[in-house]
Nanobody
Framework: QVQLVESGGGLVQAGGSLRLSCAASGLTFGSYAMGWFRHVPGKEREFVAAISRGGGSTYYADSVKGRFTISRDNAKNTVYLQMNSLKPEDTAVYRC????????????????WGQGTQVTVSS
């Protein structure tokens, strides 16, 4: 069974940090580019960051560039999102996703999705 499971969300004050993890199972992890998206009720799903299969290429939304870092450990089948200098507007459900073909920024390019983890940033 193919599965992505996120963890690491929570409540943090503005300016704080969180590290999200996404553990993959049931797929050949190194064959997939990975991405993080976030969703706020009433708004469209927003791209956050993506990383290539080998980890050599990364891409970020302008809104998080310089604050968030995506990384992966293919030996552990896990992708991470380090979030620093958090702002209240970063509050959302964060979901990881796997893309079999290549790094991408659009949700429809991703084949497998996790359930998400809530991140709440208080002012």
């Amino acid at each position: 069974q193919v599965q992505l499971v996120e963890s690491g969300g929570g409540l943090v004050q503005a300016g704080g940090s969180l590290r999200l993890s996404c553990a993959a199972s049931g797929l050949t992890f190194g064959s997939y580019a990975m991405g993080w998206f976030r969703h706020v009720p009433g708004k469209e799903r927003e791209f956050v960051a993506a990383i290539s299969r080998g980890g050599g290429s990364t891409y970020y939304a302008d809104s998080v560039k310089g604050r968030f870092t995506i990384s992966r450990d293919n030996a552990k089948n896990t992708v991470y999102l380090q979030m620093n200098s958090l702002k209240p507007e970063d509050t959302a459900v964060y979901r990881c996703a796997a893309n079999y073909y290549n790094i991408g920024v659009r949700p429809h390019e991703y084949d497998v999705w996790g359930q998400g983890t809530q991140v709440t940033v208080s002012s």
